[in-house]
């Protein structure tokens, strides 16, 4: 195994299985659309390593997740409402957890690639077109629709936000 190869993953997996878990919703998916990336990325070490490979790595996750999307073509059937598993009330912070994991998994793959590229990942649009190899005004479409998706999903989202701290 290449030496800077090695480097790199163990420096950046962290971040990009974080990736593959927003994309994926499910954590052996996620294992296992990181470790297709990774394997990706490593055939073509040679030629990325002077540019910017964890772009190529989120670009092959993206792509990965797409193609295992549309073989899949398993209808879900969403429940309106979290299922309560267990005892007693959760705390405000897990409810939003679970309402947000929720609409989310209601996205369109591509719009969920966008709101995790560009609000967890905080890229701007232009490198998440790059990142996603499409066009600006396509990244902006997506987001919008899927901004206003989540709106939808979780019409009290903005309320139940915890407050954040002035930067």
């Known amino acids: ?3 800077t190869f090695h480097e790199f993953v163990v420096q950046r997996s962290a971040a990009l299985s ?3 878990y927003l994309l994926t919703g499910d954590h052996q998916l996620a294992e296992d659309l990181l470790q297709s990336a990774l394997a990706r990325t490593y055939r073509h070490w040679r ?3 002077g540019g910017d490979p964890e772009a190529y790595v989120r670009r092959a996750m993206y792509h990965q997740q797409v193609s295992w999307w549309r073989r899949r073509r398993v209808v879900e059937r969403l429940a309106p409402e979290p299922v309560e ?3 007693g009330d959760h705390a405000d912070t897990t409810a939003l957890r ?4 929720d609409a989310l998994r209601r996205l369109t793959a591509r719009q969920r690639a966008v709101v995790v590229l560009r609000f967890y990942e905080d890229l701007t649009e232009a490198q998440v077109a790059e990142a996603l ?3 600006l005004g396509t990244v902006k479409r997506h987001g919008h629709e899927a ?4 709106r939808d999903f ?3 989202l903005v309320e139940r936000l915890p407050e954040r701290s002035a930067r």
């Open 154 to 156: 979780v019409p009290d």
């Open 47 to 49: 030629r990325i390593r």
């Open 98 to 101: 679970l309402s947000l994991v």
């Open 133 to 135: 190899g499409c066009s």
């Open 18 to 20: 974080r990736t593959a």
């Open 1 to 3: 195994m290449s030496e």
């Open 147 to 150: 901004l206003r998706r989540l």
């Open 85 to 87: 598993r267990g005892g």
